[in-house]
């Protein structure tokens, strides 16, 4: 299972890696998102992920943009030394204005296919849905032509009804991240 997940990360790796180099702009980004607030699991744990989050903008027209953007997600139960995954590309919106020159707000929303290995009585594994909802700053680097972000997302996964339990899991990230356009 891990072999066949890290084969998929690399392989959207690749991908988001190729829609950066053809999209608007060439404009990509990669954060790194904690949970700071978890959703508390039946089994008696928070399931609190870490996770890793490679984005390219795919199109963009003022202030509206339409981004990929690939999550690998890791999260260890406190109960032992089993990890679990998450593995999935989210495909949103972007919407942005500017508070100075170099500082912008940021408001997103995204859903995409994932897979997850968690095995809890709340959320069945296997195929999910990620649905995202974020609100950020950008601080632009005219120096080296470069962006540091700040994020915070509410996320959502559930299966949508295909298989059973379907509670859903949510949570609450932090995102700093960083962004280059070449």
Do not use: C
Not at 70 to 98: L, M, V, W
Not at 144 to 160: G, K, L
């Amino acid at each position: 299972m891990i072999r066949t997940l890290t084969t998929l990360a690399l392989l959207l790796s690749v991908v988001l890696s190729g829609i950066a180099q053809i999209s608007f702009k060439n404009y990509a980004s990669a954060g790194l998102g904690y949970s700071v607030i978890a959703e508390q699991l039946p089994e008696g744990y928070p399931y609190r992920p870490l996770t890793i989050l490679p984005s390219a903008r795919l199109w963009g027209k003022g202030r509206l943009a339409i981004y990929a953007e690939g999550q690998f997600t890791q999260a260890s139960s406190p109960f032992g030394f089993k990890a679990e995954y998450e593995i999935g590309a989210n495909f949103g919106f972007r919407y942005h204005f500017f508070l100075n020159r170099n500082l912008r707000v940021n408001a997103a929303i995204a859903s995409g296919p994932h897979y997850i290995t968690i095995e809890t009585r709340r959320q069945a594994n296997g195929f999910i849905f990620s649905d995202n909802f974020e609100l950020g700053l950008s601080q632009y680097i005219p120096s080296v032509d470069a962006e540091i972000q700040a994020r915070w997302r509410f996320r959502h996964i559930s299966n949508a009804g295909l298989k059973a339990p379907n509670g859903g899991i949510d949570n609450l990230f932090l995102i700093i991240g960083l962004a280059k356009r070449w």
